[in-house]
């Protein structure tokens, strides 16, 4: 278990309405990670962070912001949500060590309707 | 770019019929091969590292093996509840993680 929690775990919305999804982890890992993913694409990266306020773009950035005010959290906000945004997110944490594996949370289910 | 393609899309055994899953690869040097463990309904869960060709690694019925081009996961005597998708993922020199669709694996008793 890698401490880490996310929320909502499911959520309806509709076109056009801003979203934000919350990441929690409970030990103070420096790298985050927002996934989407999708049949057939597997996981793609949204944004990731480096550190508080240090955040970068990933693959399918577009449509997505993020932010990370504390080490702790880490939101990712669906500035006007769109039906090709709905999908399952998945936040993750990068750990230390020569591998710099990724641990993952449990996901959110985002329908966009 | 990166490329991971894993196959078969889809697997189904019947217990105790060893089998392998293949993980293709481009990358503009690797840095490291990931395996993980999704189950329906959840997040996808850390397996192996891999990070030069020749190198296995085992945990319980699993065995990883990677070379310049491709890894498998090979696993032996499955039970029902190796049953899950198995995803692949490469690290390249810019620390970028490109992961591969799965392959659906189910078991059969």
């Known amino acids: 278990d890698a401490g880490i929690t996310q929320s909502p775990r499911h959520k309806v919305t509709e076109t056009g309405t801003p979203v934000t999804l919350r990441c929690h982890q409970t030990?103070?890992?420096?790298?985050m990670y927002w996934y989407r993913q999708d049949p057939g694409h597997g996981l793609r990266l949204i944004h990731y962070?480096?550190?508080?306020?240090?955040?970068d773009k990933g693959e399918v950035s577009d449509g997505y912001s993020v932010s990370r005010s504390k080490t702790e959290d880490f939101l990712l906000t669906l500035e006007s949500a769109t039906s090709s945004q709905t999908s399952v997110y998945f936040c993750?944490?990068?750990?230390?060590?020569?591998?710099?594996?990724?641990?993952f949370g449990p996901g959110t289910r985002l329908t966009v309707t | 770019e990166d490329q991971v393609t894993q196959s078969p899309e889809a697997l189904r055994l019947q217990e105790g019929e060893s089998s392998s899953l293949n993980c293709s690869y481009t990358v503009s040097g690797l840095r490291g091969l990931f395996w993980y463990r999704q189950d329906p309904g959840k997040g996808p869960e850390f397996l192996f590292t891999l990070y030069s060709a020749g190198e296995e690694k085992e945990k319980e019925r699993l065995k990883a093996t990677l070379t310049k081009k491709e890894s498998f996961l090979h696993i032996t005597a499955p039970k029902p509840e190796d049953s899950a998708t198995y995803l692949c993922a490469v690290r390249s020199l810019n620390n970028d993680m490109r992961f591969g669709a799965g392959t659906r694996l189910t078991v059969k008793p």
């Open positions: 962070s480096y550190g508080v306020k240090d955040t």
């Open positions: 993750a944490i990068r750990v230390g060590g020569e591998g710099y594996e990724q641990y």
């Open positions: 030990e103070n890992h420096r790298y």
